[in-house]
């Protein structure tokens, strides 16, 4: 980043279109944004208290829970904190650490929904392979990859954002600092940054999307072989809650960045459910989907409830 920039805070315009309905919106965000965070302690509760879940899958369920919480708290309280009243400024320095989180834990996200698919695909096309495949210490360096890519992905895009010169409007037409928003905001040319972090981020999602089909492709050509009926339903359900949280995490980033013409409001509907809606969505998804979690949560509250 540049020192000699001379801006040294940015406007938040926040959602367009709802002046009037601050209380509303504060007090709707703030229910979704507690109940995420509820749902996915309560996730991750269940898998580190049960020794049944000390599994690569849940493993990476637990991770996920983690991302879930974190994802939304880049942007929400910020957001929160305008709605209530607060200013709607936010430092030069605040924006650029917001866009590097955001694109950092989302892409690292995204990497682990692709692991997720890997971990099932193995688990059901090679299952005798299974144990020596995902075995612990592959499993931590998968997810180290993970956020090796995140980090590398959040840094570029953060670099090209803000080695620019920001010297004129600052008022960020967005609830949050995203890439789309800041940049024609800077005094110099940013055609060269646009272009490199528009390649990245869709070269990003196309990149989770066919690890993805891929895998869920050869899992469902595996389970169509699958003779007994009770087989290929055991075998659907253990992937049906990761493959419905990915159409809830990728689908909305798909639609946001690869729009051959950017519709405004569409894209401010789309990203509050890609920031917000998805994260809430996926403790849901695992918790009312999964036996064994609900099982662990039973266990915890009898645990609490009797001592």
Not at 19 to 45: A, D, K, R
Not at 149 to 167: E, K
Not at 200 to 215: A, Y
Not at 254 to 262: G, H, V, W
Request: glycine share 6%; aromatic share 14%; net charge positive.
């Amino acid at each position: 980043m540049r020192n000699h920039t001379e801006l040294s805070e940015f406007i938040l315009l926040g959602i367009p279109q709802t002046q009037g309905l601050e209380t509303l919106f504060f007090v709707l965000f703030s229910f979704i944004y507690l109940f995420t965070l509820i749902g996915n302690i309560l996730i991750l509760t269940a898998v580190v208290s049960s020794s049944a879940l000390h599994t690569p899958m849940y493993f990476f369920l637990g991770l996920l829970s983690i991302y879930d919480m974190l994802f939304p708290s880049v942007t929400c309280p910020k957001m929160l904190s305008y709605l209530s009243g607060q200013s709607h400024a936010i430092s030069y320095k605040g924006c650029a650490t917001q866009l590097f989180f955001y694109h950092f834990l989302g892409s690292t996200e995204g990497c682990l929904y692709s692991v997720m698919a890997y971990d099932r695909f193995v688990a059901i096309c090679q299952p005798l392979r299974y144990t020596l495949t995902m075995r612990p210490g592959v499993c931590v360096g998968l997810v180290l990859g993970a956020w090796t890519v995140g980090s590398l992905n959040a840094s570029v895009l953060t670099y090209f954002t803000f080695r620019l010169t920001y010297c004129g409007p600052n008022q960020v037409g967005y609830f949050f600092c995203d890439i789309p928003a800041v940049l024609p905001l800077a005094c110099d040319d940013g055609s060269l940054a646009q272009t490199v972090c528009s390649s990245i981020v869709n070269f990003m999602v196309l990149m989770f999307w066919s690890t993805v089909c891929v895998s869920y492709t050869r899992i469902g050509v595996a389970i169509l072989r699958i003779r007994s009926a009770e087989g290929r339903k055991k075998a659907f359900s253990t992937c049906s809650a990761h493959l419905t949280a990915v159409l809830c995490s990728l689908g909305p980033v798909i639609i946001i960045y690869l729009q051959s013409t950017p519709n405004p409001l569409l894209g401010f509907v789309v990203q509050i459910l890609n920031n917000y809606v998805s994260p809430m969505l996926n403790s849901l998804i695992y918790s009312l989907r999964n036996k064994e979690v609900k099982r662990s949560l039973r266990r915890v509250f009898l645990k609490v409830i009797l001592s």
